[in-house]
């Protein structure tokens, strides 16, 4: 049975489709005897250069044209349908491109036909060699006078310059999604086919603007009987990736491996997926999702969130480059997929965005109700807190209530000293204590570091003091592993307020992921702060005004530096 893409080919200008810019030029040219010697066609696969390369032909040599255009029925016109008309001949390129093949085609281009003119048709021209371009270019000088040219090809740019500016070159362009589904509902009722709509906007996208390619998806569907038969199901990997799931993720792309799927293949076909779901979120009208699959992509769109989304598509788009010299694809993909579920294990910026914004959106969920804790009593900064060791520091006055972050600071103030004068902070005197240092920890030096450590150091406690080693507690594994970033900043902030060099050490409390420690001097934004517009202020670079907490924290481990984009 012939297939429906050489089925439905179309006879005449007026048949062809989504190419009305190629159909005004080729019929006017016609109508008006204005024929070029030689025309070059270029555009994707599928578009129609070689059915509109012999519709031309058809045109030219047809006894009763109208308009233009080929009756359709004439002896020309259907001997040229169905292929065995002397005047046109068709010569695929990438087979014979030597220039002995050539050679051959032009000696007989000067012998007549019994049509009016001879039409030769060039397929994939640019794979033609040097030669071969170059024996070609003599005859497109000085071509016999009754003899056309038809070059086609996909890649117009390896074609020598000096041919292209010998010819009439016509861009064809990809299908648009209407078009190739009107084409489709045609063929389906011209060739009395039982196709539902959904099988259609299917074939549609598997055509991706290919008229050609959207037939023989169309071919394929009805001959399985199933989408699922035809297109790997990436529900589990989207779950994977909603629930920051490494393990199922690695179980759904294992399982569509034996399915038989190729890793770039599968690649391919998710990104296209996914891409879906970014043009739902963004700009649905745009979207080729239709029905029961518009809904189901928009529900893991709104799961998955728009920035998330980009994140898969540029790291899957990396994926697929790798893969191309990859001796193991799957081994690149699963490792796309780890880092995609994993963000502390991606190094890009994009990555570290995500990990921050994290713990941001983390941070602004209402801890659970606790009895109020009472406020510590006041006391000389650098004091202990043990009774029967009295301080032999002289006793400064009791510090006022905090302003306001934001407020500026007045050194006129006496009763509240800048933490950059010598008296403020003075050295501790003897071993550090475990109750000094957590209560200076939480209300002093928590308050010097960036709004990334801040976030991190939320539910932290000192667990040990011994010596210069300092021991912090943190509520997870995840936040411990994210400490290796803040711990410069951390380490500067404790040695200025206790004037000794300290070593810092992590260990991880589970207890302390629901617990309540005293909250954090926070610099508060004018506005509500947002996922997409916070704002931090670095007090140690006044003025410096950075777009987010990921910039900051880039600006403090590379003071100096600016990004280049």
Known sequence: ??????????????????????????????????ISHAYLFS???????????????????????????????????????????????????????????????????WHNTPGRWKIYIFDEVHQLSKAASAALLKTLEEPPGHVIFVLATTDPHKVL??????????????????????????????AKLNVDDATIEAAVRMGRGSARDALSALDQLLATGSLDETQPSFDPLLAALVANDAVEALRALGHLSHEGWDPEQLSESFVAEVR??????????????VDADRARLLAWGQQLGLARSVRVIETMGKAIRDMKSASEKLVTLEVALVRLVRPELDVTYEALEERLTKLERASRVSPPSAPPVSAPPSRPIGASTTPSTPSTQPAAPNPPASPSPSAPRSRSDASEPLPAEPDATPASEGPLTLEDVRERFVHRVIPRTSRAAQLLLRSA??????????????????TRQNTEMIAQGLRSALEHEFKVALQLA??????????????????????????????????????????????????????????IS
Not at 177 to 190: D, N, P
Not at 532 to 559: I, K
Request: include cysteine.
């Open 43 to 109: 555009g994707p696969r599928g578009t129609g250069k070689t059915t509109t390369a012999r519709l031309l032909a058809k045109a030219l040599n047809c006894e009763n044209p109208a308009e233009g255009d080929a009756c359709g029925v004439c002896a020309s016109c259907v001997a040229i349908a169905k292929g065995s008309s002397l005047d046109v001949i068709e010569l695929d390129a990438a087979s014979n491109n030597g220039v002995d093949d050539i050679r051959e085609i032009i000696a007989g281009a």
């Open 1 to 34: 049975m012939t297939s429906l893409y050489r089925r439905f080919r179309p006879g005449r200008f007026s048949e062809l489709r989504g190419q009305d810019h190629v159909v005004r030029a080729l019929q006017g040219a016609v109508k008006g005897d204005r």
């Open 461 to 478: 406690r000192v667990e040990a003091v011994a010596g210069t080693r300092v021991t912090i507690a943190v509520g997870s594994e995840e």
């Open 276 to 289: 879906q779901i970014f043009l739902l979120l963004v700009a649905p009208d745009v979207a080729d999702a």
């Open 506 to 563: 992590w260990i991880v409390d589970p207890s302390l992921a629901l617990s309540t420690s005293a909250p954090v001097t926070a610099r508060p934004s004018p506005r509500a702060p947002s996922v997409d517009d916070d704002f931090v202020v670095d007090e140690d670079n006044a003025g410096v005004v950075v777009d987010s907490a990921a910039e900051h924290l880039l600006t403090e481990m590379f003071p100096g530096t600016e990004e």
């Open 161 to 190: 310059p000096t041919i292209r500016s010998r010819t009439q070159h016509l861009e064809f362009r990809l299908f648009t999604g209407e078009t190739l589904s009107s084409l489709l509902h045609e063929v389906e009722h011209a």
